[in-house]
Structure formats: C-alpha cells, structure tokens
C-alpha cells in the first residue's frame, strides 16, 4: 500500500509563525473597527447637540450686576488710608481675621466683627457679636439692618460710607 505524502510547509515557516500572524491581522482589525465605532459615536453626539441648542451657542441670560463699595473714612490706629474702598460681594465679612473679605487690623476691631451681604435687592449688615459693636449712622445695630447709600458704619473705632 502505498503511503501518502506529508504536507510540508515552506522552510523556516512553520505552523506557529502563522498562527501569530493570523492574530495579528485579527488585532489590526479590531482596532479599526474600535476607531470606526468611536467615530459613529462622536458624529451621532455632535448632530444631537446640534439639534438640541438649534445650531446656535446658547448665551447665559444678563444678571444685573450688583455694585457696593465701602469707603473708609477714618482708619483709626488700622494701617488703612482714608478714602481705601473696598467692593462689597455678596456676602463679604469684616474683621481683624486674615480670613476675612476686609480684614482691619485695629485693636477695637473683633476677630469677626461684622457681615455685610445682598439679599432681596438690597445691602444687609449684620453685628457677628463683636466686643465693641456696630453701629450705623452712630446707632448700634441689633440683628440685620439695611443699609443705605451713604451709611457711615462704625466698627469700633473704625469708621467706613458706605455706597450701596
């Protein structure tokens, strides 16, 4: 009987070598088609944004903007000048603290002294319990008080206008 012939493969080329190859060519064609799908994506996103704002940038709608300063007019023994302004936000606290939005090294002056902020379209202030008060237009404030243009506001001996 006579035997058959064994398959030979091309010297140096062996059943390995092209298994390797085969999950290259495999690997190449998943990237692609991982790229292909990335791209639908990205187009299907961009045409639904685009539907959604009408194609045009949306523009944030105007706030009025709010402006309040305080002026000081005697800085007492404070290394303040008269006439330092300072712009008020919307809740600004004063004090000798570092951490304070004004901060008024006077020895009169609490470590928290006072806040001021904007509520319901007007300038509040508010006595955080100093040791020497507020006042406002030479009276102590008790609770909030709404401050007008041209308050003078003491704190201690510190006296400030206010432009509200």
Do not use: C
């Not at 009169?108 to 300038?123: P, T």
């Not at 308050?151 to 201690?156: A, Q, R």
């Amino acid at each position: 009987m006579p035997t058959l012939p064994e398959l030979q493969l091309p010297t140096g080329f062996d059943a390995f070598d092209w298994f390797i190859l085969l999950l290259r060519i495999t690997f190449i064609a998943l990237i692609y088609l991982f790229l292909y799908q990335v791209g639908r994506v990205s187009v299907r996103e961009l045409i639904t944004i685009g539907q959604v704002s009408g194609g045009m940038p949306q523009q944030m709608p105007m706030q009025k903007a709010i402006s309040g300063m305080l002026e000081m007019i005697d800085p007492a023994e404070s290394s303040w000048r008269a006439g330092t302004q300072f712009a008020l936000d919307y809740y600004t606290t004063i004090g000798r603290n570092s951490e304070n939005a004004i901060a008024i090294n006077d020895g009169f002056v609490s470590g928290n002294h006072a806040e001021i902020s904007f509520n319901q379209g007007g300038w509040w202030i508010m006595d955080l319990g100093s040791t020497n008060g507020t006042q406002v237009n030479g009276q102590p404030i008790v609770g909030k008080l709404q401050l007008h243009n041209g308050d003078i506001i003491s704190f201690g001996r510190v006296h400030v206008r206010a432009h509200v």
